[in-house]
């Protein structure tokens, strides 16, 4: 079982308004770093860790380093994106208005999502009925 937190749009109203974040190390940052960071629209974070490859690699190269001594410098840069990379992303969107609302400990994400909005229905303030008259 995996631990994910949850986090809530600022005015959550509907379960498309939650997402959950892994706790843990990232796979998909670690193998394709600026295009994840692009798909969980982190323009800045893209555009570091481009620069940062670009860079280690234009320094290597300067550098004269052999070709398994700069893939060791790659993998292990990779790595520390793939651990560093969903505390990112939690940062990112506290940074748009989303909210942490709790933990969930489930084996993927949509099982920590149902998991917490069926222990925590008060999180979603639904709009009062209307009367039909």
């Not at 959550?12 to 193998?31: M, R």
């Not at 620069?51 to 790595?79: D, E, K, P, Q, R």
């Amino acid at each position: 079982m995996q631990v994910f937190n949850i986090y809530l749009r600022g005015s959550a109203t509907a379960p498309s308004d939650a997402a959950a974040i892994k706790e843990g190390f990232c796979w998909p940052a670690f193998l394709f770093g600026p295009f994840w960071a692009l798909w969980h629209r982190m323009w800045f974070s893209a555009a570091t860790i481009a620069a940062s490859y670009t860079l280690m690699m234009v320094g290597l190269s300067v550098a004269g380093v052999n070709a398994s001594m700069a893939n060791t410098f790659i993998i292990g840069a990779a790595a520390l994106i793939g651990f560093a990379a969903n505390g990112w992303r939690q940062n990112a969107m506290m940074g748009n208005g989303w909210r942490l609302a709790g933990l969930s400990a489930a084996a993927d994400t949509d099982t920590a999502l149902r998991r917490f909005i069926d222990l925590h229905p008060e999180e979603f303030t639904l709009p009062a009925p209307r009367s039909a008259y």
